[in-house]
């Protein structure tokens, strides 16, 4: 079963006006909006491994199609001008309501759309900020940051990066070298295909140098036509790298482990014939309100010679 | 009097207070007052906690006695960590604590003294200095002793005993002037002590003196039957020996009474007048608003001189009238005075009482006339005026005339110092009051509101933000609940904010919560509500059954059970009376109304009063007209036929004068208090109205995914439908959930109700009711990929719609679903006509909502008609408008 696409969902928007409600059209103004679907169950990726918990995917795929979705629907925003994800934020606030039961889950989120920086009508910027609730229940939010590029900045600000790219990594070479790629378990996964991380180093410093590779075999990794890593790549990897860590070095049990924070600040795309390499650190062991051990892993992404991407993540232990 | 206050650092004889900062939580103030009433001795703990908790302490009294002494140590300058040293106040000296105080720091040791040395020099036969020494004392008094904190054993006794004391002295204070021959200036301020002192027989007999040697035998006659009535109707007792000898000496005219004078008297220049509550410390915000009071300060000759503030009961308008006059003290260096123009239980003082209050603060006169009574007048009131008029000529004062109730109460009063500029507060607009500058005080912004608390409860407050927004929420941003509410939160250093917010919240409590020693929420609005007739006061208690946030004239009617234009004049007077508000969102577009927080608070507890059926027969009221617009609203808005619904004629409440031309809009406005609609009807029991309304909403709630609300209603129609057990008002509302479970892709939920429905209207004979659940049950397989069931679906539908106009939405919805069938299986050009089709049944329809969802989705369907060239079901859009606004996104033939 392939990826993203198997995201069903209802959108609905939710009009402030009265014309909004009679002619579906909107100023560039806020605008709220709703989406409802059944979490997946059977998804090859989402739910490998996940038996205890509903993992962050699905809402953050689920805000990103939307915000996409709607800024070029909703708020004219011309196809050819690309959109970059400055930062995405989706974070548990309450966990039971993610735990899996034997039913059908349902996802509702409320979202809402702020255009930013609007220039003849069109905004150049978008802030999303949403409500996650599970079975009716308030549980999570979702957050991200939009800037839309204009064609040519759009096309510079890729050369640069790729000549970056290119170049050699700087990070970590030293330290303790790994056996070989880790187990599916190990990283909260049931499935070989499905890991994305490659041989693991340890530093000295205890941190964890990575690289991400996909399985050409998996769908769900190569589904995307972007020119670009796909978003799902950039979560599995750091999400796979975050559980390694905990596990490994600080004695989590990864499989009834659940990440329940990811928040990421991007600075440039991920070239997808490249390596890419994820570093881990992790924080003091702290206690969420619940008493539950709550692991902070700091996460950075680098590809040659320049840092892809910073990711504050926050493993948390079920027992 | 003498405005003794510049040294003196401490102060019982009035409110709590302690400079340069007055401690804000009650607890602490209570403990300062108590150890100020014992200064300089040692105040056992145990009798401290007495005092703080009475006979209920908490289990940690000792320690909270010890968070108390740290706050009061802070308060003092102390640092309680640091050692303590001969510098510190507050001595921990076993069995518990002692305040040191120097007498010429504090009002009470500085009272006590100059008392006894006027009473030697009273006995000695030194008037004069007796006069001066205890006016000097009782000038230190600036209100009710002990004031602004709970009492306990020590403060109650204390309080009385000093309540005493001050009477006392001002009755020798006034034997002493007597003494001097200043009987003239006397009668006023006596006129207004046996008022407040009627049982005092001292005083009385002071009046008869002063009035008798003023020439007026027989008003002081008069004098001595109004204490005697009060004496025998009141206590059952006729007046003392005394009391009753004096009267015969009056009545004998004797001579030994009349006032020998042993030298003439020589004219002095009154002393400035200060009487002026308290500086707030914690005065928050109103910059802009004193600026502007500050413009309007008499600049010129002739320049108007009158400040009318107002404002709703509890805004601040006293505080800020008081810190006005004391910013503005330069500019009146003769004096600034601050009158209550309310006595006892709140009752309005008369014209007169308040010539003689302000008689009594401006020092008197030195020349007395007798001013010719005027027609028309009573002659005590003429008199008055006539020596007010007298004491604040060629003076620059700022006169304070605080909380009037009316016009007539101040206007004689403003007529006797038209050169006095004055500031009038009231809850009132007293726009009767000629050539007045009119200034109006709202709720705080949020922001001074949480600045306001925070500077009661103290730093704790900040580790709490989100706590201290709500709890200012709560208290509507109104400085007075403000204040309580922060008090009230001070006084518990063992909750959290949140906590105390909570406590707040309850509606159950009503406006218990908002008390704090003296200052009471309640009490405070309630005297705006006990000065309006009885009609306002029903239309107060029973527009609380209104929707929040507001309401339009047109609810104000049907919950009044009044014509439009009756019910317009008593909603005025209430927004005179600042016990509703009002406004208008757009200039041309109707008013509309609505309460404080805590004011509807207030009209809900009285309402519980009203007869019985009374809330009920409201309800039912306002419920039936909202039925009914919201009916011909939604006929406009999910036309079932070309044909307009009839809008009910010309008049004022007319649907279609009400709903006007956009429904769209009319229920956006009204969503809220459609909504509270059915929440009362269903409450009240009313079955009928409670699904009827639900189910004229439902088109509305699709149309703006109103989710949370349409499945709150909807839940209430259901159980209403199955208490007044009709099955088709059920199936109606079943089906309506249905759309709803459907928009939430909830698909085996829409299906279950979509069928329960279907049987319901089928065997109730309900072919059209059937038939849109059918277009349901194909929604559902639609949306699930399922287009071949979905297809029969539609076509059964279309058959049990008929050719009948009731099917007309019906069939233009079929066509609609066909058209999807054809573009989720990926056949264009089947789609592009389907919709085609479906555009012309919406336009015949009147449907404009559906017309455009038509048109869009053609112009999409065009969009991408080359992408599916080739065929193929792969080249569908990744999103299908389904329905207008509603968007199925992602493969659904994937997720199977």
Redesign the interface.
């Known amino acids: 079963m392939p990826g993203a696409s198997a995201l069903v969902h209802h959108l609905v928007h939710r009009p402030n006006t009265p014309e909004g409600v009679v002619l579906g059209t909107t100023g560039p103004t806020t605008q709220q909006f709703a989406v409802s679907a059944l979490l997946p169950e059977r998804h090859s990726l989402f739910n490998d491994g996940a038996d205890l918990f509903h993992d962050l995917h699905s809402p953050a795929e689920v805000l990103r199609r939307t915000a996409l979705f709607v800024s070029h629907r909703y708020f004219r925003v011309p196809q050819e001008r690309p959109a970059v994800f400055a930062a995405t934020e989706v974070a548990m606030t309450e966990l039971e309501p993610w735990r899996r039961t034997s039913g059908p889950a349902h996802l509702a989120m409320d979202i809402t759309l702020t255009p930013a920086d609007v220039v003849s009508g069109v905004p150049r910027g978008l802030e999303c900020e949403s409500t996650i609730h599970i079975e009716g229940v308030r549980c999570g939010t979702a957050n991200a940051r939009l800037v839309f590029l204009m064609p040519r900045v759009y096309q510079n600000h890729r050369e640069r990066g790729r000549a970056m790219s290119r170049s050699e990594f700087t990070g970590p070479t030293e330290g303790e070298l790994w056996a070989g790629t880790p187990a599916a378990r190990a990283v909260g996964r049931a499935d070989q295909v499905n890991v994305v991380l490659g041989t693991p180093l340890l530093t000295v410093e205890s941190e964890l140098v990575v690289e991400i590779v996909t399985d050409p075999r998996n769908q769900v990794f190569t589904e995307a036509t972007t020119d670009h890593v796909p978003p799902v790549v950039l979560v599995e990897g750091t999400r796979q790298a975050a559980l390694l860590l905990a596990g490994e070095l600080h004695g989590f049990t990864v499989g009834s482990c659940v990440l329940s924070r990811w928040n990421a600040r991007f600075q440039g795309f991920a070239e997808p014939d490249l390596p890419l390499y994820c570093r881990a650190t992790a924080a003091e062991l702290e206690r969420a309100a619940d008493g539950r051990p709550a692991l902070p892993v700091a996460l950075t992404l680098h590809q040659g010679s320049r840092q892809i991407a910073a990711v504050d993540t926050v493993v948390l232990q079920d027992y | 009097m003498q405005d003794t206050g510049d040294t003196v650092r401490f102060r019982v004889l009035g409110p709590i207070s302690m400079l340069p900062h007055t401690p804000t939580a009650a607890k602490v103030r209570v403990l300062l007052a108590t150890l100020l009433v014992r200064a300089n001795e040692a105040v056992s703990t145990t009798a401290l906690i007495d005092e703080l908790w009475d006979i209920h302490p908490p289990r940690t009294a000792a320690t909270t006695l010890q968070v108390y002494v740290s706050q009061l140590r802070r308060a003092l300058g102390e640092i309680p960590s640091e050692p303590t040293t001969s510098e510190r106040r507050l001595h921990t000296v076993p069995p518990g604590y002692r305040l040191s105080v120097r007498e010429e720091e504090f009002d009470l040791s500085r009272f006590e003294t100059l008392r006894r040395t006027g009473k030697e020099a009273y006995d000695r036969g030194d008037f004069t200095t007796a006069a001066s020494d205890l006016r000097e004392s009782l000038a230190l008094w600036t209100g009710l002793p002990l004031s602004g904190v709970p009492h306990g054993p020590v403060l109650a006794t204390t309080s009385v005993r000093l309540e005493e004391l001050r009477t006392v002295t001002l009755e020798q204070r006034i034997a002493a002037d007597l003494r001097l021959g200043r009987h003239h200036e006397l009668t006023g301020e006596l006129m207004e002590l046996v008022n407040q002192h009627p049982y005092r027989e001292t005083l009385h007999a002071h009046l008869m003196v002063a009035l008798y040697r003023s020439d007026r035998q027989s008003d002081a006659l008069q004098a001595f039957s109004r204490a005697r009535k009060a004496l025998v109707d009141e206590l059952g007792v006729e007046p003392g020996a005394g009391l009753r000898r004096l009267h015969d000496r009056i009545l004998r005219s004797d001579p030994l009474l009349a006032w020998q004078d042993p030298a003439p008297p020589r004219p002095s220049p009154a002393a400035p007048a200060h009487w002026l509550p308290p500086a707030t410390a914690d005065f928050t915000g109103r910059e802009a608003a004193l600026a502007t009071a500050a413009k309007l300060l008499p600049g010129e000759e002739g320049s108007r001189q009158l400040l009318v503030v107002g404002g709703r009961a509890g805004v601040g308008k006293t505080a800020f009238a008081a810190e006005l006059a004391r910013r503005c003290a330069g500019s009146f260096p003769d004096g600034q005075v601050l009158l209550p123009l309310r006595g006892a239980q709140d009752r309005a003082l008369d014209s007169a009482q308040i010539a003689l209050g302000l008689l009594h603060r401006l020092g008197g006169q030195e020349h007395p006339s007798e001013p010719a009574e005027l027609p028309g007048e009573r002659p005590e009131l003429a008199e008055l005026a006539g020596r007010l008029h007298q004491s604040v000529e060629g003076r620059k004062l700022l006169i304070v005339l605080d909380d009037a109730a009316s016009e007539d109460q101040v206007r004689p009063v403003l007529a006797a110092m038209p050169d006095v500029f004055t500031v009038v507060t009231s809850r009132r607009p007293l726009t009767g009051l000629d050539g007045a500058r009119h200034l109006v005080l709202d709720v705080l912004r949020p922001s001074e509101a949480q600045r306001l608390l925070t500077s009661i409860v103290g730093p704790r407050l900040a580790e709490d933000s989100a706590a201290a927004r709500e709890i200012v929420r709560l208290c509507g941003y109104l400085p007075l609940a403000v204040r309580v509410a922060g008090s009230g939160l001070a006084a518990r250093p063992h909750w959290s904010a949140a906590d105390w917010a909570a406590r707040l919240a309850d509606e159950g409590a009503g406006l218990t919560p908002f008390v704090a020693g003296d200052l009471d929420v309640r009490a405070s609005l309630l005297v705006g509500y006990r000065e309006i007739g009885p009609a306002e006061q029903r239309a107060f208690r029973l527009l609380a059954l209104a929707p929040v946030p507001d309401f339009p004239l047109w609810a104000a009617a049907a919950l009044l059970d009044l014509p439009p234009a009756e019910a317009e004049q008593v909603v005025e007077r209430l927004v005179e009376s600042q016990l509703l508000s009002v406004r208008r969102s757009t200039p041309g577009q109707p008013c509309r109304y609505s309460y404080h927080r805590l004011l509807r608070t207030l009209a809900f507890e009285l309402l519980a009063d009203d007869p019985l059926g009374a809330v009920e027969a409201g309800t039912e009221r306002l419920a039936t007209a909202y039925l009914s617009y919201a009916q011909y609203a939604a006929a406009l808005f999910t036309p079932e036929g070309a044909e307009r619904p009839d809008g009910g004629g010309p008049g004022p409440l007319s649907c279609a004068r009400i709903v006007g031309d956009?429904p769209?809009?009319w229920f956006?406005e009204e969503a809220a208090g459609l909504v509270g609609a059915v929440r009362q009807a269903h409450a009240a029991g009313l079955w009928l109205l409670a699904w009827e309304l639900t189910l004229a909403l439902a088109g509305y709630f699709e149309?703006?995914?109103?989710?949370d609300d349409w499945a709150a209603t909807h839940e209430l129609a259901l159980s209403a439908a199955q208490r007044a057990e009709h099955p088709g008002a059920r199936a109606a509302v079943l089906g309506s959930l249905g759309d709803l479970a459907w928009?939430?892709?909830?698909g085996p939920l829409a299906a279950e109700h979509y069928e329960t429905a279907r049987v319901l209207h089928r065997s109730a004979g309900d072919r059209l009711g059937e038939a849109r659940c059918l277009v349901g049950l194909a929604d559902v397989a639609l949306?699930d990929a399922e287009p071949g069931p979905a297809g029969k679906l539609y076509g059964q539908a279309l058959e049990l719609f008929g050719s009948e106009p009731q099917g007309q939405r019906g069939r233009a919805d079929v066509l609609r679903g066909l058209a999807l069938c054809h573009l989720l299986a990926g056949r264009a050009e089947e789609a592009l006509v389907g919709f085609g089709e479906f555009v012309d049944a919406a336009q015949r329809l009147g449907d404009?909502?559906w017309a455009?969802?038509g048109s869009?989705s053609i112009d999409r369907i065009q969009e991408h008609v080359i992408d599916w060239a080739g065929g193929g079901r792969e080249a569908r859009p990744?999103?299908v408008e389904v329905r207008?606004?509603?968007?199925?996104?992602?493969?659904?033939q994937?997720?199977r």
Request: hydrophobic share 35%; aromatic share 10%; no cysteine.
């Open positions: 956009n769209a809009r956006q149309a703006g995914s109103v989710w928009q939430q892709r909830r949306t404009r909502r455009q969802f869009r990744d999103a207008p606004g509603v968007w199925l996104v992602g493969d659904p994937l997720q």
